[in-house]
């Protein structure tokens, strides 16, 4: 199989390049050894559009920071994800921190982030549950949440619209040049391309020592989180962050697109791309450090804990430069925080980079045509809805109020789920309090049926992860 450009890696960073140059009128692959788009790094972060004041100068970091802020209403708005402005607070607790604050400020006004500050008496009035030592608040109205996965769907449908191939299933196990390009040499066979866009996230590295020795190593560090359930949703309205140390962002509290709330991330250094575990010292590290910021906090709202890892490399910066001697094999690494707030300006600073030859085809979908949302509807347009659909009717999942109409609809999209995990990433059905009890044996009967596999055969997520072994027929629920 021959393509102009193979992009390795379907995260947020692979789906927005992918989303971006699917405008040329040449061949792009993308592939991703996972069973699902954004299935790592994207999958398990803290979903934040930061407001690009905290990058150091004259970093890739702050200038594509500030860019990728200010182009998501328009992204959002054009493939139909949700986006929240919720604005977050950044919270001074001693005078020792004025220095550092200050510096936010310099550079929130330096580019043009609008801010302000506020007294705590003033913050309070917004977030009552402010710590007590909380003396100012730094203001920052244009930080926003998203669902990463979602806006990484939602920009590869428009490119599988516009004739980009995606594989999943599909790792790069080595690569070797021919006089064409490259040759990708994968689990599903030998891949030629002209290009080489490397954005394998945690694996970059491994990625672009496959055609040129290079001296960085990405080192995962593991972020923990507690999630609350609805019943916490007026905890925090804004995400609220300590003020920054040399560590990092420090410990947040974040309402979510669905109004869960996030608590975490902690920073620790696993050496492992797969140590996704959360483990009790990093849990109660969390809840130790976010008492420094906030008060009352709802743990017993706790309905799950997870982590993820961050890409990081010792520069501390993106980098996306082409592998050494080659001009036509970009490599993307280091692509940890503000990589979701960055991911459409990386996917315009790819292009720019690149300079590829093609020319821009006549016609070409920006928006994604999936746009209908049942949630959406008042309650007299969903009576009038499930009269002429009456799956929407039938709730799979009752914590979340996720009706069969919902998942049959995500099975059939373009890039649509096939899995347990890829249905709840689409619509939710296990997202809830009771994490999946109740409803996950019901929307393994309707991927069996939409798919028309059998229900042993119906996976959780991998290849492998099948979850029942003998079927003897459902509730009949679904
Ligand atoms: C705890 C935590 C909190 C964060 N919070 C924020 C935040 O609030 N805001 C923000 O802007 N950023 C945040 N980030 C950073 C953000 O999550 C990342 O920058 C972003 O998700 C990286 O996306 P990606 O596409 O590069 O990586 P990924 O999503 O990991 O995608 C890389 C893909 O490459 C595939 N791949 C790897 N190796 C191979 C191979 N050999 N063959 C084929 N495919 C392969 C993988 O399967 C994967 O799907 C956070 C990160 C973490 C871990």
């Known amino acids: 199989m021959k393509y102009n450009i193979t992009i390795i890696g379907a995260g947020i960073i692979g789906s927005s390049i992918a989303y971006c140059l699917s405008k040329y009128d040449c061949s792009i692959l993308v592939v991703?050894?996972?069973?699902d788009i954004a299935n790592e790094v994207s999958m398990a972060n803290s979903a934040i559009v930061h407001a690009g004041h905290d990058p150091e100068d004259g970093t890739l970091k702050a200038l594509l920071n500030v860019e990728g802020n200010r182009m998501y209403p328009q992204l959002c708005e054009d493939i139909g994800a949700r986006i929240r402005h919720v604005g977050a607070y950044t919270v001074m607790t001693s005078p020792e921190q004025q220095a550092t604050m200050d510096a936010l400020i310099k550079r929130a006004e330096e580019r043009n982030i609008p801010y302000e500050v506020l007294t705590a008496e003033e913050a309070r009035k917004e977030e009552p549950n402010l710590a007590d030592d909380v003396i100012k608040v730094l203001s920052l109205p244009s930080t926003a949440i998203i669902i990463p996965w979602e806006v990484a769907l939602k920009q590869?449908?428009?490119a599988v619209l516009n004739g980009t191939e995606v594989k999943l299933n599909c790792e790069v196990k080595a690569i070797r040049k021919n006089e064409n390009g490259y040759v990708l040499e994968t689990s599903q066979g030998e891949i030629e391309t002209e290009y080489v866009i490397n954005c394998a996230g945690l694996y970059a590295d491994r990625i672009a020592n496959m055609i040129a020795p290079l001296d960085i190593h990405t080192n995962p560090r593991r972020g923990e989180y507690f999630v609350l359930s609805h019943d916490a949703k007026d905890f925090v309205h804004h995400i609220v962050y300590p003020i920054p140390t040399d560590k990092g962002k420090g410990i947040l509290a974040v309402p979510t697109v669905d109004e869960n709330i996030l608590l975490g991330p902690n920073a620790e250094e696993t050496g492992s791309c797969e140590a996704i575990n959360t483990t009790s010292s990093g849990l109660g590290y969390i809840r130790q450090e976010l008492a420094?910021?906030?008060?009352?906090?709802?743990?017993?709202?706790?309905?799950r804990t997870f982590a993820g890892l961050r890409p990081s490399i010792s520069t501390k910066d993106f980098y996306i430069k082409k592998a050494e001697g080659e001009e036509n094999f970009l490599n993307l690494l280091g692509i940890d925080s503000p990589g979701?707030?960055?991911a459409p300006a990386i996917a315009r600073y790819v292009d720019d980079l690149l300079k590829l030859p093609y020319e821009v085809k006549a016609s070409y979908e920006t928006k994604n045509p999936y746009r209908f949302n049942f949630q959406d509807l008042t309650p007299e347009e969903k009576d009038a809805y499930i009269k002429e659909h009456p799956a929407y009717g039938n709730i799979v999942c009752r914590?979340?109020?996720?009706?069969?109409?919902?998942?049959?609809?995500?099975?059939?999209?373009?890039?649509?789920?096939?899995?347990?995990?890829?249905?709840?990433?689409r619509v939710r059905p296990g997202m809830g309090k009771c994490q999946g009890g109740f409803c996950q044996p019901l929307v393994l009967e309707i991927l069996a049926r939409e798919l028309k596999v059998r229900p042993e055969d119906v996976l959780y997520d991998q290849i492998g992860s099948n979850v029942v072994l003998d079927w003897k027929g459902g509730n009949g629920n679904a």
């Open 156 to 158: 590869m449908q428009v």
């Open 292 to 303: 420094r910021s906030v008060k009352n906090v709802p743990f017993h709202h706790t309905i």
């Open 340 to 342: 979701i707030a960055s």
């Open 32 to 35: 991703d050894k996972e069973n």
């Open 399 to 425: 914590c979340e109020q996720i009706s069969e109409g919902e998942i049959i609809q995500s099975i059939h999209e373009v890039l649509g789920a096939h899995s347990i995990k890829s249905v709840k990433k």
